[in-house]
Nanobody, 116 residues
């Protein structure tokens, strides 16, 4: 089955940390650029971070220095380590293949992150 499944969301106090995981199946994960996106209450969905197949990364300005994206191709898993969390980081976090960097267009179901 072709899918992305996120995990690791939860509730945390401001200043805390969470690590999200996204496990891929049904396609060649190592060939794909992957990304984390989030939708915060009342806002448009935004791109948080991406990682190419050669592990080159990008970050939204709002998370630079606090979030780290990584991937383990042997485990078909994408990660997002989030430190120094702020209330404005609250939202549903999705992993997805990056348009133009993967032949498959796929989104996970999302995982809720709440920072209070």
């Amino acid at each position: 089955q072709v899918q992305l499944v996120e995990s690791g969301g939860g509730s945390v106090q401001a200043g805390g940390s969470l690590k999200l995981s996204c496990t891929a199946s049904g396609f060649i994960f190592s060939y794909c650029g992957m990304g984390w996106y989030r939708q915060s209450p009342g806002k448009e969905r935004e791109r948080v971070s991406t990682i190419r197949r050669d592990s080159i990364t990008t970050y939204a300005e709002s998370v630079k220095g606090r979030f780290t994206i990584s991937r383990d191709n042997a485990k078909n898993t994408l990660y997002l380590e989030m430190n120094s969390l702020k209330t404005e980081d609250t939202g549903v976090y999705y992993c997805a293949t990056v348009p133009g960097l993967c032949l498959v267009s796929l989104w996970g179901q999302g995982t809720q992150v709440t920072v209070s």
